[in-house]
Antibody
Framework: QVQLVESGGGLVKPGGSLKLSCAASGFTFSDYYMSWIRQAPGKGLEWVSYITKDGTDTKYADSVKGRFTISRDKANNSLYLQMNSLGAEDTAVYYC?????????WGQGTLVTVSS | DIQMTQSPSSLSASVGDRVTITCRASQGISNSLNWYQQKPGKAPKLLIYDASNLETGVPSRFSGGGSGTDFTFTISSLQPEDIATYYCQQYHNVPRTFGPGTKVDLK
């Protein structure tokens, strides 16, 4: 069965960095675009980024552009999100999601808390 | 950016009631719209894609419609397990954008 397992979340100070990982299994990873979507505590869903099947193209929300970098590793069936210059507004559960249009498969999410 | 609005923001209904949520896009998005259900502490679940297509395994009491800028999501007969927050999302353009959500609870 399709499984997406995020890791790497935690507490980080404002201005700090964090790298999220997502281990994918149960499907052919290289056949799918992949996305990150986040949800601040008690708030709605916010699309963050997606990456093409081969990793050659990426898109970002304006709120993270220039600070976050999405990448993927075909050999390890893994998706990543490098997050730099973090601010309180980045505090959220970050979901790894398969696809870039119809988000059928979601991970359980990993919580990132930005606080001093 | 395409702004998505939803109404109502919350509603209370009884078991068996028909529930309808509307979603409006700030510009035309054809039928590039999804509906998700999210229960507390859980990841969202895709219910409807391409505005009106029922995702595999989703009960037929859920339905969606609309095109362009105005969309509807309907639960024909509300069940206790449908208590959740529902989001619309457009994928016509980047950035993908979600509606603010509609919280559905039992009266």
């Amino acid at each position: 069965q399709v499984q997406l397992v995020e890791s790497g979340g935690g507490l980080v100070k404002p201005g700090g960095s964090l790298k999220l990982s997502c281990a994918a299994s149960g499907f052919t990873f290289s056949d799918y675009y992949m996305s990150w979507i986040r949800q601040a505590p008690g708030k709605g869903l916010e699309w963050v980024s997606y990456i093409t099947k081969d990793g050659t193209d990426t898109k970002y929300a304006d709120s993270v552009k220039g600070r976050f970098t999405i990448s993927r590793d075909k050999a390890n069936n893994s998706l990543y999100l490098q997050m730099n210059s973090l601010g309180a507004e980045d505090t959220a559960v970050y979901y790894c999601v398969r696809g870039y249009m119809h988000h059928r498969c979601w991970g359980q999410g990993t919580l990132v808390t930005v606080s001093s | 950016d395409i702004q998505m609005t939803q109404s109502p923001s919350s509603l209370s209904a009884s078991v068996g009631d028909r529930v309808t949520i509307t979603c409006r896009a700030s510009q035309g998005i054809s039928n590039s719209l999804n509906w998700y259900q999210q229960k507390p502490g859980k990841a969202p679940k895709l219910l409807i894609y391409d505005a009106s297509n029922l995702e595999t395994g989703v009960p037929s009491r859920f339905s969606g419609g609309g095109s362009g800028t105005d969309f509807t999501f309907t639960i024909s007969s509300l069940q206790p397990e449908d208590i959740a927050t529902y989001y619309c999302q457009q994928y016509h353009n980047v950035p993908r954008t979600f509606g603010p959500g509609t919280k559905v609870d039992l009266k």
